[in-house]
């Protein structure tokens, strides 16, 4: 190969190389799980994972097009390219990884049963036989309550979104829920309807269910993708915006260990 078509050759990667990070990338969330992400009154996007993306976004000098969607469709949505990621609250976990490519966390909480305040569980959770138990369709709270609590002879009771269990909640249509605890605690028990709700029993944090944490995920192919999210994470806990926007939301530390 002589010089000049080598040179040429490598200029037209390298301006592909720049075209794939100006293009817009197209991400996936459920609009419908505060406070990581939710409806403000005008019917714009707001929450944690929203506000993170669009950081995540800038740092990487690319252009962020938020597609809505419920959680169930959204590893499907990457499967067939309709999407480029999901920065939803999906958990990291062995079945997941079989289907996508996940990032390195972005944050990391246990799940939790919320139930009426002075409900006793023990962390055999026998006790809830014959309660009906709402989990969000797809998550792995249902997987893990499907294993674990169904052949106690608990009902699962399984819905689109977080929020549709809420109301079923509060108008004792279910006895209890099982979910992230930063959402449980900061989108229901903190809100007025969540008033006479509690945490009961354990936490929940068995990597077999409920992973490594919170990642972004992209197609199984799209390693080169994972690892510009994984730098511009990386980037911005490193200058101060990781703190500034969990500070919107949360009073804790949600990254973890």
């Given at each position: 190969?002589?010089?000049?078509?080598?040179?040429?050759?490598?200029?037209?990667?390298?301006?592909?190389?720049?075209?794939?990070?100006?293009?817009?990338?197209?991400?996936?969330?459920e609009?419908?799980?505060?406070?990581?992400?939710?409806?403000?009154?005008?019917?714009?996007?707001?929450g944690?994972?929203?506000?993170?993306?669009?950081?995540?976004?800038?740092?990487?000098?690319?252009?962020?097009?938020?597609?809505?969607?419920?959680?169930?469709?959204?590893?499907?949505?990457?499967?067939?390219?309709?999407?480029?990621?999901?920065?939803?609250?999906?958990?990291?976990?062995d079945?997941?990884?079989?289907?996508?490519?996940?990032?390195?966390?972005?944050?990391?909480?246990?799940?939790?049963?919320?139930?009426?305040?002075?409900?006793?569980?023990?962390?055999?959770?026998?006790?809830?036989?014959?309660?009906?138990?709402?989990?969000?369709?797809?998550?792995?709270?249902?997987?893990?309550?499907?294993?674990?609590?169904?052949?106690?002879?608990?009902?699962?009771?399984?819905?689109?979104?977080?929020?549709e269990?809420?109301?079923?909640?509060?108008?004792?249509?279910?006895?209890?829920?099982?979910?992230?605890a930063?959402?449980?605690e900061?989108?229901f028990?903190?809100?007025?309807?969540?008033?006479?709700?509690?945490?009961?029993?354990?936490?929940?944090?068995?990597?077999?269910?409920?992973?490594?944490?919170?990642?972004?995920?992209?197609?199984?192919?799209?390693?080169?993708?994972?690892?510009?999210?994984?730098?511009?994470?990386?980037?911005?806990?490193?200058?101060?915006?990781?703190?500034?926007?969990?500070?919107?939301?949360?009073?804790?530390?949600?990254?973890?260990?």
């Amino acid at each position: 190969m002589n010089k000049a078509l080598w040179l040429g050759l490598a200029l037209a990667a390298c301006t592909l190389g720049a075209q794939a990070a100006d293009k817009p990338l197209r991400i996936g969330i459920e609009a419908a799980y505060p406070p990581f992400a939710f409806k403000t009154p005008d019917g714009k996007i707001g929450g944690f994972d929203y506000d993170i993306g669009n950081a995540l976004c800038a740092k990487m000098q690319t252009q962020c097009v938020w597609v809505e969607q419920e959680f169930d469709g959204l590893i499907p949505s990457l499967k067939v390219h309709k999407i480029d990621a999901a920065i939803s609250s999906m958990l990291i976990t062995d079945e997941r990884k079989r289907s996508v490519t996940f990032t390195d966390k972005y944050y990391a909480t246990p799940a939790r049963l919320v139930m009426k305040e002075g409900a006793q569980v023990d962390d055999s959770f026998s006790s809830l036989k014959g309660k009906r138990i709402g989990v969000q369709r797809g998550a792995t709270q249902d997987r893990f309550a499907t294993d674990k609590l169904q052949p106690l002879g608990v009902e699962v009771v399984r819905y689109g979104s977080q929020s549709e269990i809420y109301l079923d909640l509060v108008s004792d249509r279910l006895d209890g829920t099982i979910a992230n605890a930063a959402p449980l605690e900061e989108g229901f028990l903190k809100t007025p309807r969540g008033k006479g709700f509690a945490f009961v029993g354990p936490e929940l944090r068995s990597k077999e269910y409920f992973g490594e944490g919170a990642g972004i995920a992209v197609a199984k192919d799209n390693t080169e993708l994972a690892q510009r999210f994984n730098a511009a994470i990386q980037a911005l806990r490193a200058d101060g915006t990781y703190l500034q926007v969990q500070q919107k939301y949360f009073t804790y530390d949600i990254y973890g260990n």
